[in-house]
């Protein structure tokens, strides 16, 4: 049995995954409210950890803190960064980069300082994800900001012209799994 989180950030997000959760338990935990459960022999521990970097960053922390986590997976919505990516498919982020930080001198533009530029999401359940029609593998974007127009994805594929996807938490939350040599899975 391992014991998977499940972090996401939104409401709408959350409420999707609880019903699929056996024996559910609802606890507080640091101002957060962790819900555990059991799903096809594993231990699920889902938790809403709220929009943007720093809201991610620290709810990972503090559930990584409290569980033992042989897996986090980090699920939810994301704006699409590639024309080959369409609305409702998944995007495995194989590598998960921060659009929007430059430490300075020393470092590559998303490269957060002491980090690879590229985090990973765990190989083994990468390939756990079947291929297929809906299905795109490769690089997700994180940054600050709410992407919603042309110019702003142009901004980030100039930067990462492999980019798929854009959202608001990957990379803070793969950045603290890098931290804390947990697995890390990223679908959105």
């Not at 950030?9 to 019903?19: D, F, N, S, V, W």
């Not at 809201?55 to 503090?62: E, G, H, L, Q």
């Not at 803190?65 to 194989?94: E, H, P, R, W």
């Amino acid at each position: 049995m391992k014991r998977i989180a499940v972090i996401v950030a939104m409401q709408k997000e959350l409420k999707m995954i609880l019903p699929l959760l056996d024996n559910l338990q609802e606890n507080e935990i640091a101002d957060y409210i962790m819900y555990s459960g059991e799903l096809q022999g594993n231990e699920i521990v889902v938790m809403q950890c709220g929009i943007g970097k720093v809201n991610s960053a620290i709810a990972t922390m503090v559930l990584l803190q409290q569980f033992d986590i042989d897996l986090v997976i980090n699920t939810g919505v994301a704006g699409g960064a590639d024309k080959q990516v369409n609305v409702m498919d998944v995007v495995v982020g194989s590598n998960i980069a921060y659009h929007d930080v430059w430490c300075g001198p020393g470092t590559e533009y998303g490269q957060a300082h002491g980090c690879p530029k590229y985090f990973e999401s765990d190989p083994s359940y990468v390939s756990m994800v079947p291929d297929g029609a809906g299905i795109h593998k490769g690089l997700i974007c994180s940054g600050d900001k709410f992407i919603s127009s042309i110019s702003e994805v142009e901004k980030i594929k100039s930067d990462f012209p492999e980019a798929l996807a854009v959202d608001m938490e990957s990379a803070s939350i793969a950045q603290i799994c890098f931290y804390k040599n947990v697995s890390l899975l990223v679908m959105r």
